[in-house]
C-alpha cells in the first residue's frame, strides 16, 4: 500500500528531514511512526500524500508513484488518503458541520447521503451537540476530533494522522486509538505519527522509529 | 444530475465568498458601475445620433430656394406641380415671415438681426421629401423654371454629420474598451486578493483532495456577481445621469433639435450592457482563478 524506495528529502540550505529511507506497509496494516520532534514524522507523512516530493527515490502510495502524479491526478490521489493535521487545519469561517459535508461534497457525494455520514462521523468522535460551532469556539482537544471525524468521513483506504492524540487527555486518547483500530478492522492502513510511547507500548503494533532522518524499525 | 448539484455547490460557495468579502465586493462593483454608466451615457448618445442619421436619411427633407422677386401666386403653382411627381411627398410651400419664424425659433440671434434690418432677406421657399429614387427626374423636372434659383440637399450635411458621427464613434469605442479594461483589470486584482485571503483555505481544500473546479469555479461566481451588481447600478445611474442632464442641459440646445429629443436606450441595449458587465466580471475572475496553483 505504501512503499519508500531510497528515499531522502533535503530542504532548502541542505536541512535533510529523511535519509535513504526504505521502507514498505502493507493493505490494512496499522504502523506507528515515532521519533523526537523533528525527527521527519511530517516529512513522511507529507511525502505519501504528495504535499511534498522526495528529492531522491520514490514514493508510492496505493499503487500510484507521487513523482509520476500529473497536477490533474493530485486531488483523485489524495481522495483515497484521509489525513489527521498537526495543526488540524479545520476551515475556520465554517462550523463543524460544513467542514465535514465539505468533504464530501467536493468528493461528489450525493446531497441525501452528506448529512447522515456527516453525523455519524461526528458521533464516532463524540461531537455531534458541537455541530453548529465554529472551530474557533472549540478546545484543541475537540478541533482535534473534528479534524479525525473529517479525515474518517469518506472512509479512506489509507488513513494518516499527525500526532492525533497531542491535544488530548489519556482516556479520550485512547478513545481515538480505539476507533482508529475500528477503522484498520475495516481494512484501513493506518499510519500514526506519534512521539507517546506510553500509547505505542499499549497498542502493541508495528513502529517505525525515525531519527534524524534515519529510520529504523521495531516489531512487535 | 450531478453538475445541477456541481452548479449549486458553486453558486453557493461563491454567493458566500461575496458576502464575506463585503467591503472588496463592493468596491469592486462602485468601479464597474461607474464604467458601466459612462458606457451607458455613450451608448445613448451614440443610439440616439444613429436613429437621427437613419431618420434623415430614409425621409431626407429638399428646400427649394426661389428667386427674390418670385411671387406666392407662383410659388404655389410649383408646389402644386412637385406634389404630381412621382416619388415626391410632404410638398409644403413657406413664405418668407413664416421662414424668418421658424429661423428664429430655432437661431434667436437671427431674430434680433432681422428686427435690426427690418427687413426680411429669407425668399419663398418649398420644403418637401423626395424618394432617393426620384431625387435626379425632380432636378431634372426643375432645371427649366427660371424661378428656382438653389437647391438645397441634406446629404452634403448628411455626410459631414456621418463622418463626425464616426469619428466620434471610433472615440467612444476606444473609451469604451478602456473602460471595460480597467473593470476588468479592476475584478481581476479584487478577485486575486481575496484569492491571497483564503489561501490557508485553499490549501486545505487541496489538501484533502478537491477538485480544482470546486476551488476555482466560487471565485468565478464571486466576479460574475459583481459584475451582475455592478452592471445594474451603473445602467441605472447611466440612466439616470441622461434624465439629468436632458432635463437641465439638452433642453436648451435649440439649434441642435435632435439633442433636446434625446430617448433612453431600449430595454435590449439594456440588457446588452449588463451582459457585458457579467461577461468582465466572468473574463477577470476566471483568469485571476486559473492563477491558483495545485499545493
Partial sequence: MIHFFHVSKVYEKGNRALHEVNVSIGKGEFVFLTGPSGAGKTTFLKLIFREELPSYGRVVANNQNTIALGKRQIPDFRKKIGVVFQDFKLLENRTVFE?????????GYPASFLRDRAFYVLKLVGLQHRYNDYPRQLSGGEQQRIAIARALVNEPLILL??????????????????????????????????HDREMIKQMRKRTLHLDHGHLQEHRK | MKLLIDFSFYIREGWANFTRSRMLSIFSILIISVSIAIITLFSTVFFNVD??????????????????????KEGKDLALYLETLKGVSNVKLVLPDEGMKKLAKRFPLAGEIQSSIEENPLPISIRLRINTTAVASVKQVLKPYSIVESIYSPHFFLSQLKSLSSAVSF????????????????????????????????????LVGADMKYIRAPF?????????FGGILGALFGSGLISVIRAHYLAHFQYLPFLSRITSLPLSYFAGIILLSITMGLFGSTLAASRIDYV
Fill in chain 2, 171 to 206: 472615440f467612444i469605442a476606444l473609451i469604451a474598451v478602456i473602460l471595460i479594461l480597467a473593470s476588468i483589470f479592476t475584478i481581476y486584482n479584487v478577485i486575486r486578493i481575496t484569492i491571497l485571503a483564503r489561501q490557508n483555505d485553499i490549501a486545505i481544500m487541496q
Fill in chain 1, 99 to 107: 467542514n465535514i459535508v465539505f468533504i464530501l461534497k467536493v468528493l
Fill in chain 2, 51 to 72: 436613429t437621427y442619421l437613419k431618420g434623415m436619411e430614409n425621409n431626407p427633407v429638399y428646400s427649394i430656394f426661389l428667386t427674390p422677386d418670385t411671387s406666392a
Fill in chain 2, 220 to 228: 468565478t461566481i464571486e466576479g460574475t456577481l459583481q459584475g451582475l
Fill in chain 1, 161 to 194: 494522522a499527525d500526532e492525533p492524540t497531542g491535544n488530548l487527555d489519556p482516556d479520550l486518547s485512547l478513545e481515538i486509538m480505539a476507533l482508529f483500530e475500528k477503522i484498520n478492522s475495516r481494512g484501513t492502513t493506518v499510519l500514526i505519527a506519534t
